[in-house]
C-alpha cells in the first residue's frame, strides 16, 4: 500500500492543486475578491499567488519526503513522481501570476 501512495503523491498533488486553484478562481471571481485591494494589489491576486506558492512548497517537500523510499524501483518511481508533480504544479500555476483576474 505504501508503494501504491509513494508512487502517485506527485501527481495526486498535482492534481489537487489544479483543482484548488480553479476552484479558488471561480469562487473569487464570483465574490468580487478582484475588487478589494490590499497592499498594492487584490485579494483575488494575493490568495492565488499564496495557494500557489504553498502547493509548490508542497512539492517540493513532497521530493525531499521520497527520498525515503527503499532503494530501487520504488525510489526512483517516487521521486519521478514527486518531480513531475512538483514541475507541473509550477508550469499550470505560472498563470495566477500574470494573467487578467476575472474576464
Do not use: K, N, Q
Request: hydrophobic share 55%.
Amino acid at each position: 500500500m505504501m508503494f501504491l501512495a509513494r508512487s502517485s503523491a506527485g501527481l495526486l498533488l498535482w492534481a489537487f492543486g489544479f483543482s484548488a486553484l480553479y476552484a479558488l478562481h471561480g469562487f473569487g471571481c464570483e465574490s468580487g475578491w478582484h475588487e478589494v485591494g490590499i497592499a498594492g494589489s487584490t485579494l483575488f491576486r494575493w490568495v492565488m499567488v499564496s495557494t500557489w506558492m504553498l502547493l509548490c512548497i508542497a512539492g517540493l517537500v513532497t521530493i525531499w519526503w521520497m527520498r525515503s523510499a527503499p532503494a530501487g524501483f520504488e525510489r526512483r518511481l517516487s521521486l519521478a513522481s514527486a518531480v513531475i508533480g512538483c514541475v507541473a504544479t509550477v508550469i499550470t500555476g505560472v498563470p495566477v501570476t500574470i494573467a487578467s483576474v476575472c474576464v
